[in-house]
Protein backbone atom coordinates (compact mmCIF):
# COMPACT_ATOMS: atom_id res chain seq x y z
CA UNK A 1 0.00 0.00 0.00
CA UNK A 2 0.96 3.57 -0.70
CA UNK A 3 2.35 5.78 2.64
CA UNK A 4 -0.86 8.44 2.51
CA UNK A 5 2.00 11.29 3.60
CA UNK A 6 4.33 10.06 1.10
CA UNK A 7 2.01 9.91 -1.70
CA UNK A 8 0.37 13.16 -0.46
CA UNK A 9 3.97 14.82 0.01
CA UNK A 10 4.89 13.86 -3.70
CA UNK A 11 1.46 15.18 -5.13
CA UNK A 12 2.11 18.31 -3.73
CA UNK A 13 5.30 18.63 -4.70
CA UNK A 14 4.16 17.65 -8.26
CA UNK A 15 1.08 20.30 -8.60
CA UNK A 16 2.99 22.82 -10.17
CA UNK A 17 4.25 20.69 -12.82
CA UNK A 18 1.27 18.07 -13.56
CA UNK A 19 -1.38 20.50 -14.75
CA UNK A 20 -3.23 18.44 -17.30
CA UNK A 21 -2.21 15.40 -15.99
CA UNK A 22 -4.09 13.23 -13.10
CA UNK A 23 -1.70 11.35 -10.79
CA UNK A 24 -3.47 8.36 -9.73
CA UNK A 25 -2.08 6.44 -6.10
CA UNK A 26 -0.63 3.59 -8.72
CA UNK A 27 1.39 6.86 -10.18
CA UNK A 28 2.22 7.87 -6.88
CA UNK A 29 3.31 4.72 -5.38
CA UNK A 30 5.16 4.33 -8.53
CA UNK A 31 7.22 7.49 -7.91
CA UNK A 32 7.79 6.69 -4.67
CA UNK A 33 9.28 3.06 -5.20
CA UNK A 34 11.66 5.22 -7.89
CA UNK A 35 12.50 7.31 -5.61
CA UNK A 36 13.76 5.03 -3.04
CA UNK A 37 16.12 3.17 -5.32
CA UNK A 38 17.10 6.40 -6.82
CA UNK A 39 18.30 7.16 -3.29
CA UNK A 40 19.49 3.81 -2.54
CA UNK A 41 21.67 3.57 -5.50
CA UNK A 42 22.95 6.97 -5.89
CA UNK A 43 24.89 5.82 -2.37
CA UNK A 44 27.10 3.78 -4.37
CA UNK A 45 27.13 5.97 -7.94
CA UNK A 46 26.66 9.34 -9.45
CA UNK A 47 23.04 9.58 -10.82
CA UNK A 48 21.94 12.79 -9.70
CA UNK A 49 23.74 15.73 -7.94
CA UNK A 50 20.91 16.48 -6.20
CA UNK A 51 20.48 14.63 -2.65
CA UNK A 52 17.65 15.55 -1.44
CA UNK A 53 14.35 14.00 -1.30
CA UNK A 54 12.04 16.99 -1.95
CA UNK A 55 14.74 18.54 -4.67
CA UNK A 56 14.96 15.70 -6.68
CA UNK A 57 10.74 15.01 -6.77
CA UNK A 58 10.87 18.69 -8.15
CA UNK A 59 13.67 18.88 -10.12
CA UNK A 60 13.71 15.61 -11.94
CA UNK A 61 10.00 14.22 -11.28
CA UNK A 62 8.65 17.21 -11.62
CA UNK A 63 10.27 18.29 -15.09
CA UNK A 64 10.23 15.65 -16.75
CA UNK A 65 5.93 15.25 -16.01
CA UNK A 66 5.72 18.92 -17.28
CA UNK A 67 7.39 17.48 -20.36
CA UNK A 68 4.96 14.66 -19.85
CA UNK A 69 2.18 17.23 -20.39
CA UNK A 70 3.28 19.16 -23.12
CA UNK A 71 3.96 15.84 -25.02
CA UNK A 72 0.92 14.46 -24.44
CA UNK A 73 -0.96 17.45 -25.69
CA UNK A 74 1.33 18.51 -28.76
CA UNK A 75 1.67 14.82 -29.63
CA UNK A 76 -1.74 12.42 -29.11
CA UNK A 77 -1.23 10.11 -31.85
CA UNK A 78 2.40 9.20 -31.01
CA UNK A 79 3.23 5.34 -29.78
CA UNK A 80 6.84 5.76 -29.59
CA UNK A 81 9.38 7.47 -27.57
CA UNK A 82 13.44 7.64 -27.25
CA UNK A 83 15.06 8.83 -24.67
CA UNK A 84 18.41 10.07 -25.72
CA UNK A 85 21.17 9.80 -22.81
CA UNK A 86 18.46 9.05 -20.01
CA UNK A 87 20.98 8.69 -17.29
CA UNK A 88 18.86 8.27 -13.89
CA UNK A 89 15.37 7.48 -16.16
CA UNK A 90 14.69 11.46 -16.68
CA UNK A 91 12.78 12.50 -18.49
CA UNK A 92 11.56 8.60 -20.00
CA UNK A 93 10.68 6.92 -16.80
CA UNK A 94 7.79 9.70 -15.59
CA UNK A 95 7.18 9.78 -19.19
CA UNK A 96 6.08 6.35 -19.89
CA UNK A 97 4.50 6.18 -15.73
CA UNK A 98 2.35 9.41 -17.25
CA UNK A 99 1.60 8.22 -20.73
CA UNK A 100 1.33 4.82 -20.01
CA UNK A 101 0.28 4.14 -23.93
CA UNK A 102 3.98 5.13 -25.13
CA UNK A 103 6.58 2.87 -26.26
CA UNK A 104 10.19 3.90 -24.46
CA UNK A 105 13.23 3.53 -25.26
CA UNK A 106 15.89 4.71 -22.84
CA UNK A 107 18.76 5.17 -24.41
CA UNK A 108 22.17 4.87 -21.76
CA UNK A 109 25.46 4.18 -23.09
CA UNK A 110 27.21 3.65 -19.68
CA UNK A 111 26.23 0.34 -18.39
CA UNK A 112 25.75 0.82 -14.51
CA UNK A 113 23.19 3.32 -15.85
CA UNK A 114 21.55 1.45 -17.31
CA UNK A 115 21.82 -1.50 -14.75
CA UNK A 116 19.58 1.28 -12.97
CA UNK A 117 17.21 1.70 -15.16
CA UNK A 118 16.57 -2.02 -16.04
CA UNK A 119 15.79 -2.41 -12.26
CA UNK A 120 13.65 0.47 -11.90
CA UNK A 121 11.80 -0.79 -14.73
CA UNK A 122 11.34 -4.21 -12.87
CA UNK A 123 11.00 -2.81 -9.23
CA UNK A 124 8.00 -0.36 -10.81
CA UNK A 125 6.44 -3.39 -13.46
CA UNK A 126 6.81 -1.02 -16.54
CA UNK A 127 5.60 -2.37 -19.38
CA UNK A 128 6.68 -1.36 -23.20
CA UNK A 129 10.08 0.01 -22.35
CA UNK A 130 13.46 -1.24 -22.75
CA UNK A 131 16.91 -0.17 -22.18
CA UNK A 132 19.32 0.20 -25.11
CA UNK A 133 22.74 -0.01 -23.13
CA UNK A 134 24.02 1.63 -26.41
CA UNK A 135 25.13 4.67 -27.98
CA UNK A 136 22.37 6.75 -30.07
CA UNK A 137 24.60 7.14 -33.29
CA UNK A 138 24.44 2.98 -33.34
CA UNK A 139 20.67 2.66 -33.47
CA UNK A 140 18.79 2.13 -37.18
CA UNK A 141 15.23 2.37 -35.79
CA UNK A 142 13.09 5.79 -35.63
CA UNK A 143 10.72 6.75 -33.62
CA UNK A 144 7.84 9.33 -33.21
CA UNK A 145 8.92 11.31 -30.77
CA UNK A 146 12.56 12.67 -28.93
CA UNK A 147 13.68 13.57 -25.63
CA UNK A 148 16.70 14.75 -24.25
CA UNK A 149 17.47 16.54 -21.38
CA UNK A 150 20.18 18.77 -20.29
CA UNK A 151 22.37 18.90 -23.27
CA UNK A 152 25.35 19.96 -23.17
CA UNK A 153 27.31 18.83 -26.95
CA UNK A 154 24.10 20.42 -29.52
CA UNK A 155 26.56 20.17 -32.40
CA UNK A 156 26.73 16.26 -32.43
CA UNK A 157 23.35 15.29 -30.66
CA UNK A 158 20.42 17.19 -32.17
CA UNK A 159 21.44 15.70 -35.53
CA UNK A 160 21.49 12.45 -34.37
CA UNK A 161 18.09 13.27 -32.72
CA UNK A 162 16.75 14.42 -36.19
CA UNK A 163 17.87 10.98 -37.43
CA UNK A 164 15.86 8.95 -35.20
CA UNK A 165 12.58 10.70 -36.19
CA UNK A 166 9.90 9.83 -38.20
CA UNK A 167 8.47 12.40 -40.21
CA UNK A 168 7.17 14.34 -39.00
CA UNK A 169 7.91 13.73 -35.35
CA UNK A 170 8.74 16.02 -31.62
CA UNK A 171 11.90 16.55 -30.25
CA UNK A 172 11.47 17.53 -27.28
CA UNK A 173 14.60 19.42 -25.14
CA UNK A 174 14.35 19.91 -22.01
CA UNK A 175 17.44 22.96 -21.93
CA UNK A 176 18.44 26.16 -20.26
CA UNK A 177 16.31 28.81 -21.92
CA UNK A 178 19.82 30.71 -22.82
CA UNK A 179 20.12 27.41 -25.21
CA UNK A 180 17.26 27.87 -27.58
CA UNK A 181 18.77 29.93 -29.90
CA UNK A 182 21.60 27.38 -30.05
CA UNK A 183 19.34 24.60 -30.43
CA UNK A 184 17.12 26.27 -33.37
CA UNK A 185 20.25 27.08 -35.22
CA UNK A 186 21.36 23.32 -35.62
CA UNK A 187 17.84 22.73 -36.66
CA UNK A 188 16.81 24.73 -39.09
CA UNK A 189 14.87 22.26 -40.69
CA UNK A 190 12.02 21.96 -37.83
CA UNK A 191 9.21 24.36 -36.88
CA UNK A 192 9.50 25.40 -33.14
CA UNK A 193 7.03 26.27 -30.47
CA UNK A 194 7.59 28.50 -27.93
CA UNK A 195 9.58 27.56 -25.46
CA UNK A 196 7.70 26.56 -22.19
CA UNK A 197 8.95 27.82 -18.91
CA UNK A 198 9.36 25.03 -16.64
CA UNK A 199 7.26 25.74 -13.06
CA UNK A 200 9.67 26.71 -10.24
CA UNK A 201 12.74 27.63 -12.48
CA UNK A 202 13.87 30.56 -13.98
CA UNK A 203 16.04 29.57 -16.46
CA UNK A 204 14.86 26.22 -17.30
CA UNK A 205 12.32 25.56 -20.18
CA UNK A 206 11.17 22.89 -22.27
CA UNK A 207 11.41 23.21 -26.30
CA UNK A 208 9.29 21.59 -28.69
CA UNK A 209 10.38 21.30 -32.30
CA UNK A 210 8.76 19.35 -35.03
CA UNK A 211 10.52 17.85 -38.22
CA UNK A 212 9.31 18.45 -42.07
Known amino acids: M ?7 QIRELLSPFTVGLELTDAHLSQLSTYLD ?3 KWNKKMNLTAVREPEQIVQRHFGESLFAASLVASACPAART ?3 IGSGAGFPGIPIKIAVLHLHVTLIESQHKKATFLRE ?8 EIQVGNVRAEEL ?3 VDIVTLRAVESFGQVLPIADRLLEKPGTLALLI ?3 QVDKAKSLLPNFVWANPRAIPESDRRVVLLGTNR
Do not use: E, H, I, K
Open 37 to 39: LLL
Open 120 to 127: VVRSLNLS
Open 140 to 142: DST
Open 81 to 83: LAD
Open 2 to 8: LDPMTGW
Open 176 to 178: GAT
